[in-house]
């Protein structure tokens, strides 16, 4: 790592560069989600849900798969506690002891010496799931709300909120975009769930965190070098913690990806959000957040 112990990058100048990478992965993430929509998953389509307990052991993959073709579409999968218990999420039309039936008779085919009881069955409403989506939707535009006020109060400067805001809707928008995209390709479930919101507002804290940092450090050398130009001022501040994030980076993006090899089928969307987050979170802290700060900052010295 002695190549970052005295970094001397040129972030300010590279900025226009950041700029059409950013731009073409937006422009891209735009087009996917507003051309193809986005993939809900059961939690935000409505459904049915079953629990099954098996008397012995049972592959979540192969439940997957054999149901796929009976529901006309892959349905959710997962353990349920233990390797006997089974949840099943599927948004198959037809009324739920139809769809019951359904599953069980393929069950008793593909495990004809493990038998199966359904221990408990619930819709998910069209409703509720329509409550959950406005609901998913108001925690993340409350969370840019808090982060806006919080880093104005912290910073003191209007450009740093503006900037950090930036930076987290183009993290999210993405990401979003990526899984969109790659919704039909991708060998696991990339389905807009309770549990991918869960990892964008994680992405959103990580994202915040790195740019909180390098933001305390554009403060503090502001303080101690009064004189310094401000473009100058940007570039010794980012390389003064471009050593911190890139090692923070790259440790929490080798947890993420054990996590998404070993974490098994059910974690992979959110383990591979998380991936997508830390890269892309890295980068805009240094590429974005600074950038809109800097582009202001010379805005309002040309007024």
Known sequence: MRWFETPNFDFVNARKIAYMISGVLLLASIIAIVGKGLEYGIDFRGGKEFVLQFEQPVEVTDIRSELTGPLDGTPEVKRFGSPQDILIRTDATGEINTVQNTITSTMQQLYPDN???????????PRFAEDLKQGALNAIIFAMIVI???????????TFSLGAVAALFHDVLIVLGIFTIFNDIAPFSMQIDQTIIAAFLTIVGYSLNDTVVVYDRVRETMLEHKTMDFLPMINKSMNDTLSRTVITSLTT????????????????GFSFALMLGVIIGTYSSLFVATSVVTELHLRKQEA
Request: charge should be positive; avoid cysteine; glycine fraction near 8%.
């Open 115 to 125: 038998e199966s009881t359904v221990i408990k069955t619930s819709i998910v409403g």
């Open 148 to 158: 806006f006020i919080y880093i104005l109060i912290r910073f003191k400067n209007w």
């Open 253 to 268: 993006l080798f947890v993420v990806t054990v996590l998404f090899i070993f974490g098994g089928e059910v974690l992979k």
